[in-house]
């Protein structure tokens, strides 16, 4: 349900949401409704890495996350994204 304001007010299956009786319904049977500025950026080969560039600053930190990626090979960064899939 979209309110007044044009925002997601509710939603789950259409039997379970309220919708007042002159609300315009358009469907989108293979569709998803997602909040807007959703951030999927993700770095899931990066997973075993968590933890080991505690730096705060981040110009360190990224410096730090660079050195630990150029020692990791290729096969540990699949089993890192599979992680990082699983957690997700």
């Known amino acids: 349900m979209?309110?007044?304001a044009g925002r997601i007010a509710a939603l789950?299956?259409?039997a379970e949401v309220p919708r007042p009786p002159d609300a315009d319904v358009?469907?989108?049977p293979d569709g998803a409704v997602l909040p807007g500025l959703?951030?999927?950026h993700t770095h899931l080969e990066l997973t075993a890495l968590r933890g080991r560039a505690p730096e705060d600053d981040?110009?360190?930190w990224i410096q730090h996350v660079r050195r630990?990626?150029?020692s990791v090979d290729a096969a540990a960064y699949r089993r890192a994204a599979v992680e990082?899939?699983?957690e997700a």
């Open 84 to 86: 990082g899939l699983r």
């Open 26 to 28: 358009v469907t989108y």
């Open 38 to 40: 959703v951030n999927a």
């Open 68 to 70: 630990l990626k150029d």
């Open 12 to 14: 789950g299956p259409d």
């Open 2 to 4: 979209i309110d007044a």
């Open 58 to 60: 981040f110009f360190e």
